[in-house]
């Protein structure tokens, strides 16, 4: 694994309303058959893994995913028409939901949530 980090990250606008700022902090770089794992401060964990042929995007989303405490959705931007998989936490449910009216985005299928 091979990593570079932004000493300043690189900011841009999103959202629908062009008011959300993010923060490009840098890029890591896996060889196949390597791991990297995502924390928070609240102990949430989330794996991405590179293969050969590509990427597992996500761990497994009725086992490992779900026992981390995520849900995972396929999401469309109602004016782009673009797709997204996003992962939820279990508790924000109710942040989600305001996301996904505030930015005007439908959920198209829940992966993981009966």
Sequence with gaps: MKF???EQPRKFIVGAKKDIELSDCGQIFLDS???VTFNDDLGNEYDVCKKNWGYYAT???NGR???FNFYSALV???HTQRK???LIHKDKLDL???YVRQEDQEIIFWFNKD
């Design 4 to 6: 570079k980090f932004r």
């Design 65 to 67: 995913l779900d026992s």
């Design 33 to 35: 058959n390597e791991q």
């Design 76 to 78: 469309m931007n109602k």
């Design 59 to 61: 761990p497994s989303l």
């Design 84 to 86: 997204y998989i996003m």
């Design 96 to 98: 989600f939901d305001e």
